[in-house]
């Protein structure tokens, strides 16, 4: 059983690993892959920024509670 101050420990370092094999990831899928994701990305946000509106009414707000 792990303890409360086990788990104030594990988090950090998984979130370290994690994002050094992300960073490793970019680095050997090479400048094109990273270029493409990169634009699909930006379309996606000008998508999103078009269709957002769509769906302010599902959301309660805090406030209203």
Do not use: E, H, Q
């Amino acid at each position: 059983m792990v303890t409360s101050a086990g788990k104030n420990t594990t988090r950090p370092v998984i979130t370290v690993v994690a994002m050094l094999y992300s960073v490793y990831a970019l680095y050997a899928s090479g400048g094109d892959a990273v270029m493409g994701g990169m634009l699909v990305l930006g379309l996606t946000y000008v998508i999103w920024g078009f269709i957002s509106n769509r769906f302010k009414g599902a959301a309660t707000s805090p406030s209203t509670l």
